[in-house]
């Protein structure tokens, strides 16, 4: 079936909701279309390599969500099409993420995906089966691209607790951001190959501004991990806040894959003072391996930002960010962030002589009323040194606009 025929057969399906379930099902039912307008460019600064990744396109996501049947078991369906067209990617320049190779060293005109997935809700728990994106301390699907990666799998909510919330499932395939087909899932720069991730945990909150966390997850096979998380707000008067963030991993493998250890810890804190932001990270890696997570997914780490992780072996890394919201000046819609990231004591070889560094930059608005009312713009920069990878200059600019079709 070509793209065109993928966003046509899930509109057609879309139009056929009313004839399917009673008025719960229909009333509380949502549909939305994003329009996502994206240029990448990726200056690799190196002699004797190719120049760059430069890649222009545009996306289409339709994104359709069910309200439940009526009685004690509510079932429900949801559906997301996606569809990405290239604009300009010229010889030797494709690579970005954007779009999927061509085999002859470019990149598709178009590609298409179609994601469907069945719900049940019982009281205030859901169970989900399909095409999944969502987002944990144990696993989250990217959306740095285009469009976004999409699980296939079983997720599980549970909130019959006050103050608890319960997450559990398993993924057996993922679909990248530039890709139309569902693969096994491989763990990021260790290896290993496996057809089924399975993940339970839970977050509590102890008081209105303190929460702990304890997640688990097992790519079968490669890895096991367990993830503990702590956060808390100290309201510090008018407009003033002091956020903490504290995390801790503990990895080994799994099965017959090759000995595995690792331990990552990272703390993020974030005084807020009415518009201004000012965050201090810390991130440590320990043991003889690097942290392990699915490859082309978003580990949960405080300095995994535009381009690097720093969760080499041994690394350790601070952060510095600063955040501006220019509603606090009358500007609602316009926001800035910038931050600085220094990593050091990175296993290389057989000494710790690894050092890197990575600058971003993102400026975005979004219009507030007028003939472009919630189109967006964002632009976002980033600058990688390094003494054992790449340096890297990027550049993306991102336009998007979301409507609302019922």
């Known amino acids: 079936m070509t793209p065109r025929n ?3 057969a899930l509109l057609i399906f879309s139009g056929s909701l009313p004839s399917l379930a009673n008025a719960d099902f229909i009333d509380d039912s949502k549909a939305s279309l994003e329009l996502r307008n994206f240029y990448f460019n990726r200056d690799f600064r190196q002699d004797n390599a190719r120049d760059k990744a430069e890649e ?29 067209m290239k604009l300009d990617s010229g010889d030797g320049t494709a690579g970005s993420g954007l779009l999927p190779a061509d085999g002859s060293g470019g990149s598709q005109d178009e590609y298409s995906k179609l994601g469907l997935t069945g719900k049940v809700k019982v009281s205030n728990s859901t169970l989900k089966v399909g095409a999944l994106h969502f987002r944990s301390p144990i696993v989250s699907a990217n959306d740095s691209r285009l469009l976004p990666q999409l699980f296939q799998g079983a997720l599980l909510n549970v909130q019959e607790v006050d103050n608890l919330i319960l997450q559990g499932g398993q993924i057996n395939r993922i679909k990248a951001n530039s890709s139309t087909d569902y693969t096994e899932m491989t763990g990021n720069r260790i290896g290993g190959d496996s057809d ?11 008081t209105p501004a303190l929460t702990a966390g304890l997640h688990y997850g097992k790519l079968e096979d490669v890895y096991q991990q367990y993830y503990g998380t702590l956060t808390h707000l100290l309201p510090l008067g008018e407009e003033q806040s002091l956020k903490s963030d504290l995390r801790f991993a503990k990895s080994r493998e799994d099965g017959n894959f090759r000995a595995l250890d690792n331990q990552a810890f990272g703390a993020m804190f974030t005084y807020t003072l009415g518009g201004h932001a000012l965050g201090a990270g810390y ?5 003889d391996d690097p942290f392990p997570y699915i490859a082309s997914s978003d580990p949960f780490l405080v300095n995994f930002v535009q381009i690097n992780d720093f969760a080499n072996t041994e690394e350790r890394s601070w952060q510095a960010r600063y955040d501006y919201n220019f509603a606090a000046i009358g500007i609602p819609g316009l926001t800035f962030m910038t931050r600085y990231i220094s990593g050091d004591n990175v296993q290389v070889g057989a000494g710790n002589d690894g050092q890197e560094w990575e600058r971003n930059s993102d400026i975005a608005y979004v219009f507030q009323q007028g003939a472009l009312k919630n189109v967006g713009v964002k632009w976002r ?7 054992f990878g790449n340096d890297l200059d990027e550049n993306r600019l991102i336009l998007s606009y979301s409507l609302p079709l019922w």
């Open 196 to 206: 089924s991730f399975v993940f339970a945990g839970g977050d509590y909150k102890l």
């Open 381 to 387: 920069n980033a600058t990688v040194r390094s003494n």
């Open 56 to 84: 222009w396109a545009q996306g289409f996501l339709l994104r359709l969500e069910s309200g439940y049947t009526e009685g004690t078991v509510g079932v429900g369906v949801d559906a997301i099409g996606l569809l990405g």
């Open 283 to 287: 991130q440590r890696m320990s043991g």
């Open 6 to 8: 993928h966003m046509a």
